[in-house]
């Protein structure tokens, strides 16, 4: 009688707690995106740029390597769970979620993607527009899943986050000399990206999201990776990519502006990674942090992906001293001060 009695208590609270979830003013978090905020998409296709293995994720629950780039959550993770939705995003393609997890929160991103088709057949990861036909399959599994009205009011009042566009910089337009470069002239590539991003937030649209954060760059001339090429010059930080990321971002500035004008009832955001990171790269120890020109991982100037395993016996033993995890991504210390600055910044107006 008495466990009879545990047992309906305990079902009506989950029946509550689901009823909440999904009527919260953000029922769900949706992820596009590249490595800074993939949740391990790139684990399930044929590419070298992954991170399911030790030491990646030896901070994370049950020190799992989810394919996250970094020793722990991700900035998206931390937002998810500040919206009081849950602790971590899952992955779309991982295959041990189902539609209920998803129907929360689901993670479309791949590391190693740009704006740019080009960007992604670098590393043979998934493209841009790719993110957005999971997505429609989402919408169709969300519909079977919680009916079309409820479906319809998860879309609605979802949180968008797209977070890109580094990697079409660093991995594609400076890094080969008879592609994009050869094509564009650093203005006209922006532009070209811009109208990618233009693109993908209006279908988003059209498929009925309406609120929608674009990320800018973070300071990419002073990723470690990027300093360790400028070694000659002391390792500094290099400021014609900051310069390009700054410009870049005024464009972004501008391309929310004008959704916010044009698509009735939309709510668009842009969520700056830029002065924080910055802040946090110029004075370390104001936000605790000891080390910033090179990462935790290996020797800390060009490990990332393989090269950033196990076997590196120079990986450094706390995480929490350094900005950066690996030579491309920040710590999952760096990754909570930058979703915290989010939300309680450009997320906030979608809080309860
Ligand atoms: C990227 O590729 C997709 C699929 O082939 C295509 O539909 C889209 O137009 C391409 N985008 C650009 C900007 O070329």
Not at 271 to 287: E, F, H, K
Not at 302 to 329: I, P, Q, R
Request: with cysteine.
């Amino acid at each position: 009688m008495k466990a009879e009695k545990a047992i309906n208590w305990f079902f009506l609270v989950h029946i509550l707690f689901q009823f909440l979830k999904i009527h919260a003013k953000v029922p769900a978090i949706i992820v596009f995106g590249d490595s800074s905020v993939d949740a391990g998409n790139n684990n399930a296709i044929s590419t070298l740029l992954k991170s399911n293995f030790e030491p990646y994720g030896r901070d994370f629950f049950g020190g799992k390597a989810t394919g996250r780039f970094s020793n722990g959550r991700i900035p998206t993770d931390f937002i998810s769970e500040a919206f009081g939705i849950k602790p971590i995003i899952p992955a779309y393609l991982d295959p041990t979620y189902t539609i209920e997890d998803f129907s929360t929160g689901v993670c479309f991103a791949s590391a190693g993607t740009g704006y740019d088709n080009a960007t992604s057949k670098v590393l043979s990861v998934i493209p841009f527009w790719k993110e957005l036909e999971y997505y429609k399959q989402y919408q169709k599994d969300l519909r079977s899943y919680l009916g079309n009205e409820k479906a319809n009011e998860v879309i609605r009042e979802a949180l968008y986050l797209l977070s890109i566009g580094t990697n079409d910089f660093l991995e594609n337009y400076f890094l080969f000399p008879n592609g994009r470069s050869s094509q564009f002239s650093i203005e006209e590539y922006q532009e070209f990206l811009v109208g990618i991003a233009r693109n993908f937030v209006t279908q988003l649209y059209s498929l009925g999201g309406r609120k929608i954060s674009i990320g800018g760059l973070p300071p990419m001339g002073c990723l470690p990776l990027e300093r360790a090429t400028n070694f000659l010059s002391g390792g500094e930080c290099i400021e014609k990519y900051n310069d390009v990321a700054k410009q870049f971002n005024q464009k972004l500035i501008g391309l929310v502006k004008e959704l916010n004008m044009k698509l009735v009832g939309s709510s668009f955001v842009y969520s700056d990674p830029y002065g924080l990171l910055y802040d946090m790269i110029q004075n370390p120890s104001t936000y605790g942090f000891e080390d910033v020109a090179v990462a935790c991982c290996g020797t800390g100037f060009f490990e990332m992906g393989y090269l950033c395993d196990m076997m590196n016996h120079f990986t450094c033993k706390d995480a929490n001293k350094y900005v950066f995890w690996d030579s491309f991504h920040p710590t999952e210390k760096t990754n909570a001060i930058v979703a915290d600055h989010a939300v309680k910044g450009s997320l906030a107006q979608f809080l309860v």
